[in-house]
């Protein structure tokens, strides 16, 4: 269903309007990374299949998505060494947690020993969200410092995402209950540049147009 | 009504789900060794066990504890006889003591999964418990007392 009518819309965009008039009837339209995207695709509705490979699209997509991965909510639990960050100048967490055999921390300084299921109300108080944790240190998935080249071939390969499939990805920051969590990260902390259902809709398009990756030089 | 297992006693309390572990086990229990320090999990005072493993008795909601089993420094052990009671009792640890129960209780998770930590592990292990009176030094010593006397069987 999906695939067909994906593909009636592109055809008709084609045959009629040109693509760029279509979108901009009814989606909601990003200029980023100097091309223009549409982002209002069902956020709960992982791709399923490639079906257009539109190498250019879905470049576009994914730099349009891309500074939601280096914003503090998300990179902070996806640093480069071995302590997760905190605030929105991304400091090493205070009292040295480390990242711990499992990403989830050590010893007493577990993550759970002070992150509970939900954020704790007040400013400075601990957030909270369902298995809170870092990516273990066998599969680092490091958000800190990468360019959205290095984001994207990061993501695709099973070697350092988790052994996930593309489509797992697109389910991943879809419906994680702690990727969701960066949209309401608690009382004083700023929230990613793009909505959820923005965001997770131009990770769908990124897909559904066969994932390639940034090329030019500036965000290889 | 939440039914609670604390150092292997029942207890039934009748509070709000979300009343901070805390202040049940103070105020409904009665077990005043965990102490209120910070009240947003950056002190370590009040560190407690709920199945083992430490959690911050201040921002834990007790409905977590619910159907678990919680641990505090009473019921480490019931006659000081916890190689980490007799060790701190060796080295003279405290000095106000305020925030030693949370130390202890920090350092058992430590022992419990290194039997022979090095500094680095003491400091990856304890760096979230503070002590104002600066008794860093003797809990270190403390510590690795506290591991010789398990590995020897000295203590229980």
Redesign the interface.
């Known amino acids: 269903m999906h695939i067909r009518w994906n593909w009636k819309r592109k055809t008709i965009a084609a045959l009629l309007l040109g693509a760029a008039s279509l979108w901009a009837g009814t989606g909601r339209l990003s200029t980023r990374g100097g091309s223009r995207v549409r982002a209002d695709y069902p956020a709960g509705r992982p791709a399923t299949v490639r079906t257009v490979s539109d190498d250019a699209a879905a470049r576009a997509a994914f730099l349009a998505a891309a500074p939601v991965f280096t914003h503090p909510r998300c990179q902070n639990c996806h640093p480069a060494g071995d302590a997760p960050l905190q605030g929105d100048d991304s400091h090493p967490h205070?009292?040295?947690?480390?990242r711990g055999p499992d990403g989830r921390g050590?010893?007493?300084?577990?993550c759970?020993?002070?992150h509970?299921?939900t954020n704790?109300p007040?400013a400075?108080?601990?957030p909270g969200a369902p298995n809170w944790h870092l990516p273990p240190p066998n599969m680092r998935m490091v958000f800190v410092g990468r360019t959205p080249g290095e984001l994207c071939r990061q993501l695709k390969d099973p070697s350092q995402n988790g052994g996930k499939t593309i489509h797992q990805i697109i389910e991943h920051v879809a419906s994680d209950k702690l990727v969701l969590w960066g949209w309401n990260p608690g009382e004083g902390r700023t929230t990613p540049p793009l909505g959820h259902t923005e965001f997770a809709g131009l990770m769908n398009q990124w897909a559904s147009n066969g994932a390639a990756c940034p090329e030019t030089a500036e965000n290889r | 009504m939440i039914a609670l297992n604390v150092n292997r006693r029942q207890y039934s309390v009748d509070v709000d789900p979300a009343t901070p572990l805390l202040w049940v086990i103070r105020e409904n229990i009665g077990l005043a060794g965990t102490k209120y320090g910070c009240g947003?999990?950056?002190c370590g005072a009040c560190?407690v066990h709920i199945d083992g493993?430490?959690?911050?008795s201040c921002?834990?909601?007790v409905s977590?504890a619910a159907g678990k089993i919680v641990t505090t420094i009473e019921g480490l052990s019931a006659d000081l006889s916890h190689p980490l009671q007799q060790a701190w009792i060796a080295e003279d640890v405290p000095q106000c003591g305020y925030c030693q129960s949370g130390q202890i209780?920090?350092?058992?998770?430590?022992l419990r999964?290194?039997s022979k930590p090095t500094d680095s592990?003491i400091?990856?292990?304890?760096?979230?418990?503070i002590c104002r009176c600066g008794t860093y030094p003797r809990i270190r010593r403390a510590i690795r007392r506290a591991a010789q006397l398990m590995a020897s069987g000295g203590a229980k």
Do not use: F, H, I
Request: hydrophobic share 40%; aromatic share 2%.
């Open positions: 205070a009292q040295s947690v480390k050590k010893y007493g300084m577990k759970s020993a002070c509970q299921l704790l007040g400075n108080m601990p | 947003m999990a950056q560190t493993e430490a959690v911050r921002v834990t909601p977590r209780m920090s350092a058992a998770v430590l999964e290194n592990d400091d990856d292990a304890m760096s979230g418990n």
